[in-house]
Each structure stands twice: as structure tokens, then as C-alpha cells.
């Protein structure tokens, strides 16, 4: 009998965020299943792609704008808490 094994699950195993256990019968699933291991194809492809689409942004200096927007939010609510 197959067991279905949802996207959700196959996309966890291409990003390696599974536990043993589970990571093991996916394996089990992708060495025995044409269908679950195109889509494991199509999942690795894809993380790879948009990786590298994004690394040029993830590279670039944080805005000063959105520091000093994050620090004065840090302030706000740390007054906040901080009144009786």
C-alpha cells in the first residue's frame, strides 16, 4: 500500500527539516515512488533558484529608515511596559 505524502512534508525533507524518523521514510518514499521523487525534483530545484534570486538583497545594507523605525518601536513598547 502507498501512503500519500503531502508537499508540505516532501518540501520539509528538501530543506532538511525533518526529524530522523521521518526523514527516513520519506527517503524510504522517494527511492521507491517515480511521482514523489519529481516532485522532490521540482522542490530542490525550485529552493535552489530562489535562493540565488535573493541573495544579491539579502547582501545589501539594512536600510537606516528601517533601524531607526525598529529601534524607536524597541523604545515604545519597552516605556510601555515600563509605566505602572
Known sequence: MIVPHPDELIMAFADDELDARQALRVRHAVDNDDAIRAKLEVFLCTRTLLSH????????????????????????????????
Open 53 to 84: 534570486a535573493f541573495d544579491a538583497v539579502l547582501d545589501e545594507p539594512i536600510p537606516e529608515r528601517l533601524e531607526r523605525a525598529v529601534r524607536n518601536g524597541a523604545r515604545k513598547r519597552r516605556s510601555r511596559r515600563e509605566r505602572p
